[in-house]
């Protein structure tokens, strides 16, 4: 069953026109990986999913009802790390939750349920300032968790991190994928994307230029991995 | 609302460097420029030396009131030390109340009562006797009084010369007989306001500087405050902030209020310092009342600089420019009534402070004409970012 869907969506930045007719799907319970290179339309496909941004033309549906019925349905984290570094992991983390009307001891129960999730629970009362690379993005993707969302998107959520912490990510992700939150996201990392999705969709200058299962789409174009693909797309 | 309020206070508590400028920093200017300022107060006062040889209650009054008066320091002492302290040229002169001082008043004789010492070639002192006696000789001033009044009006007049002086003299002598009357009158001449706008000087100029302190201090906090609100972009927490069920016009007034509190919880703090230590008769609860709705106000104007310059570096850059936009306004205003002459005129100062205390209810209302224009202005301008902003 289909969570979201996008049908027919363009979009123009002044008149530079980003997304084409774009028609997409995400089916409850999966992780989705978009792919692509720069500039081709990927963050704007993941922020109207969201309803962050408005779109020209097309629809937008959340469970065959309209996107903004969906308020609170949905986690997004962006690419930066959207978080208060002068305050502490909690404070951040509280502060979120109240903007979801999660507050006093529930806030508390919840911020400490996710914080366990993701091994924060240590470092959650120091300030975000002193946690390296890796601990932020865990954070950050602890702050969408916080009102039990079923969507959540994310936008290169493991960008300037070193292995190991992405590794950590990859995990955590899989966990929350295994609680039943549907997962949307998009990196330039291929091996990555080969861990964790079990989807891929490929967007170029605002079209979706392939989709479909990892292996389906390997064996198709008689590649061992991802990057070939990738690469094999992107120069088509 | 109340989340995004409770997290500007948040902010700004945790940030050192907010604190430092929002706070500590405005403090000690304050007790700098307050003490130098006293300091020079104490350089304008003029050292004399009195010596009561009367010791009778008008003359102990008398030196009383003198010694109160901030003009003077005054030494009391025997004349042989103060003749000393006069060849030292520690005092502008030696004053001795004689004897019979209390009792040639009360018959009405005015002469030869204070007999003045100092040293040659000083204008001062003679300058000092002047104001000691135009403003705490009642009787000194009657008689010159008659004889101004003589010489002017009357001059070519002898009939109505003469039925002046009996009158004049009539009524002096009635006073001047009548001993419950001499202290009373004595009193209020040194109590008389003209004495008082004399004195008040020093004290205006120590608060119009600390006043002066305070708000640019406030400006400082405010404006980084409300530049601090520009992270929530750069960062992209504002997509969380927007998938939550926070408006943008919950956002607005949070970030209003989150800033604005904090700036008057810090100025409450400093009057109070001020009422303290620096300037004990000051309103603080006035001042205060002032500064609230002038924080508020003000802390919108800068969310909507915010709002049109996006980066810090941007609003930096137009500082200059709106001065200058204000001054022009400001004139404007004079000429053709639209913008409030108390609100913007003359300088940024007299703009933020209501023009020296004038009509307070005429102030407030141009200043809540102002603040609803800024208000509308912020919502506006935010409202597109907010809702259509690239994120």
């Known amino acids: ?236 | 609302m109340l989340s995004i309020l409770l997290l500007r206070l948040k902010l700004m508590i945790t940030n050192k460097k907010l604190l430092l400028i929002c706070f500590i920093i405005p403090i000690i200017v304050l007790l700098i420029t307050g003490k130098t300022l006293e300091r020079s107060n104490e350089n304008l006062k003029l050292s004399i030396a009195v010596v009561d040889e009367d010791n009778s209650r008008i003359t102990r009054e008398t030196i009383k009131k003198i010694s109160k008066n901030e003009l003077f320091i005054v030494k009391e002492s025997n004349f042989e030390a103060a003749e000393k302290m006069l060849l030292r040229d520690d005092i502008e002169g030696v004053y001795v109340f004689k004897k019979g001082f209390e009792k040639n008043i009360k018959i009405g004789k005015t002469d030869n009562l204070v007999q003045v010492h100092y040293l040659q070639g000083n204008y001062i002192a003679p300058a000092v006797t002047d104001i000691i006696t135009s403003n705490f000789m009642f009787d000194i001033v009657t008689e010159k009084t008659k004889l101004i009044v003589e010489d002017i009006i009357y001059k070519e007049d002898s009939n109505k010369s003469q039925e002046f002086n009996s009158k004049f003299n009539e009524r002096v002598q009635t006073i001047h007989k009548d001993e419950e009357y001499v202290l009373p009158i004595i009193t209020e001449y040194m109590n008389s306001a003209k004495q008082d706008d004399k004195n008040s000087q020093v004290k205006k100029l120590m608060k119009n500087n600390a006043v002066n302190i305070i708000l640019i201090f406030i400006m400082l906090a405010v404006l980084m405050n409300s530049m601090y609100t520009r992270k929530d972009y750069n960062t992209q927490i504002i997509t969380r902030i927007k998938m939550s069920s926070c408006t943008y016009l919950k956002y607005t007034v949070g970030n209003i209020m989150g800033i604005s509190i904090p700036v008057i919880i810090t100025t409450l703090i400093q009057i109070l310092f001020i009422k303290v230590f620096i300037l004990k008769d000051v309103n603080a609860l006035y001042l205060m009342f002032i500064f609230s709705i002038y924080i508020i106000s003000f802390t919108i104007f800068a969310l909507l600089l915010v709002n049109i310059f996006k980066s810090i570096q941007s609003i930096q850059a137009f500082i200059p420019y709106i001065i200058l936009i204000l001054y022009i306004l400001g004139s404007l205003g004079t000429n053709i009534r639209i913008l409030p002459t108390y609100t913007i005129q003359q300088s940024i100062f007299d703009y933020l402070l209501f023009n020296d205390y004038g009509n307070i209810l005429t102030n407030l209302l141009y200043q809540l004409i102002n603040t609803s224009i800024y208000f509308i202005a912020v919502i506006t301008t935010g409202y597109k970012e907010y809702q259509y902003g690239n994120y």
């Open chain 1, 1 to 236: 069953m289909e969570i979201i869907k996008l049908e027919d969506i363009s979009k123009k930045y002044k008149k530079e026109k980003v997304l084409n007719n774009l028609n997409l799907s995400i089916e409850s319970g999966q992780i989705t990986g978009i792919i692509g290179p720069n500039g081709a339309g990927k963050s704007t496909t993941l922020s109207i999913m969201a309803d962050l941004i408005p779109y020209d033309d097309g629809k937008v549906t959340y469970r065959g009802s309209s996107i903004k019925d969906s308020k609170g349905k949905i986690g997004f984290i962006p690419q930066e790390i959207a978080l208060y570094d002068s305050l502490s992991g909690f404070e951040n983390l509280k502060f979120f939750a109240s903007l979801y009307g999660i507050k006093g001891n529930k806030a508390k129960d919840r911020i400490s349920e996710v914080c366990q999730y993701v091994g924060l629970e240590e470092k959650i009362k120091s300030k975000v300032k002193t946690y390296s690379g890796g601990m932020k993005r865990r954070l950050n993707i602890t702050a969408a968790l916080l009102n039990n969302p079923e969507l959540l998107i994310m936008d290169e959520p493991t960008v300037g991190i070193d292995i190991i912490a992405r590794n950590n990510i990859i995990d955590i992700l899989k966990k929350v994928n295994k609680q039943g939150i549907t997962i949307v996201f998009t990196s330039h990392y291929m091996i990555e994307i080969e861990k964790l999705c079990t989807y891929i969709i490929f967007i170029k200058n605002g079209k979706i230029v392939e989709k479909g299962k990892i292996d389906e789409i390997k064996n198709k174009y008689s590649k061992s991995n991802l990057e070939e693909v990738y690469t094999l797309l992107n120069n088509k």
